[in-house]
């Protein structure tokens, strides 16, 4: 990984959550290749690492994600041939919004400024969104005659309903920070000045929590629009029966028979 990339995705662990910071504001974060993978990795080391039991993705500047940095791919250059781009999808943009979405800890998406195109999908991959109240979404793909990817069509319509989805993908139309609360693609709506002290609160809330359980949660509710209710109920009950064999469920349990606050460790 060269400095360059470090320099434009910064890094800090505090309090048990993994900051992760967009640092191209010029560019307003339109991500690289580089910094693809440094965020696809830094959200694998969260889910390794016991020390890290939160995250937050946000960004310096006026925009959170201006999508990717389609600059940077034409200067490439090269000719092209059938598969190409269908393999750049594939490693790119569906890699970042998979490492989100599979990420072992709970991910928050503080959003600062424009989240468009994949920077939109980067964000409403999180499991929890708040938004300064000058943030908006855009999916930006129709206005340069693009198909949605990075998994926009699978995401949005399990927000907020295929017709929904399919306005903002059809005319491209900005969603400002209230209206996306008002939709559901968003949780809270501050104004900026609050923006980071709200993330690092639900952050550090959530590094307090009972781990592997918020883990097994995020994965039946993400698996749980692909099934059917017997294999959602399946695997509800298997991740209990995973989830009682953790300290923090006895931990749980003991507290609420004890009656006092219970103190998660995170294993």
């Known amino acids: 990984m060269s400095d360059t990339s470090e320099d434009e995705v910064l890094h800090r662990v505090e309090n048990g959550v993994s900051w992760i910071t967009l640092n191209r504001p010029a560019a307003m974060n339109a991500v690289t290749w580089d910094q693809r993978e440094r965020i696809i990795a830094l959200l694998a080391g969260a889910s390794a690492d016991p020390a890290v039991r939160a995250v937050v993705i946000t960004a310096t500047g006026k925009g959170f994600c201006a999508g990717a940095d389609l600059r940077a791919a034409s200067a490439a250059g090269g000719e092209r041939v059938a598969g190409d781009v269908a393999r750049m999808v594939r490693l790119g943009a569906q890699r970042l919004v998979t490492a989100v979405l599979d990420c072992e800890k709970p991910v928050v998406a503080a959003v600062n400024g424009t989240a468009a195109g994949i920077g939109a999908h980067l964000a409403l991959a999180c499991d929890l969104v708040i938004a300064a109240e000058g943030a908006r979404f855009i999916e930006v793909f129709v206005r340069r005659g693009l ?10 319509p399990r927000l907020i309903g295929p017709q929904k989805a399919k306005e903002l ?12 609360a008002r939709l559901g693609l968003v949780n809270r709506v501050v104004p900026a000045r609050e923006l980071e002290p709200a993330a690092r609160e639900w952050a550090e809330r959530l590094a307090q929590g009972p781990t592997r359980a918020l883990a097994l949660a995020k994965q039946l509710v993400n698996a749980s629009l692909d099934g059917d209710r017997a294999a959602a109920l399946a695997a509800e009950a298997t991740a209990q029966e995973i989830n009682m064999t953790t300290a923090d469920a006895n931990e749980g349990v003991a507290s609420f028979v ?9 294993r």
């Open 169 to 180: 993908m059809f005319f491209g139309e900005a969603v400002p920070a209230a209206e996306a």
């Open 258 to 266: 004890e009656r006092r606050t219970p103190k998660y460790l995170g």
């Open 147 to 156: 198909v949605p990817d990075g998994g926009g069509a699978y995401l949005l």
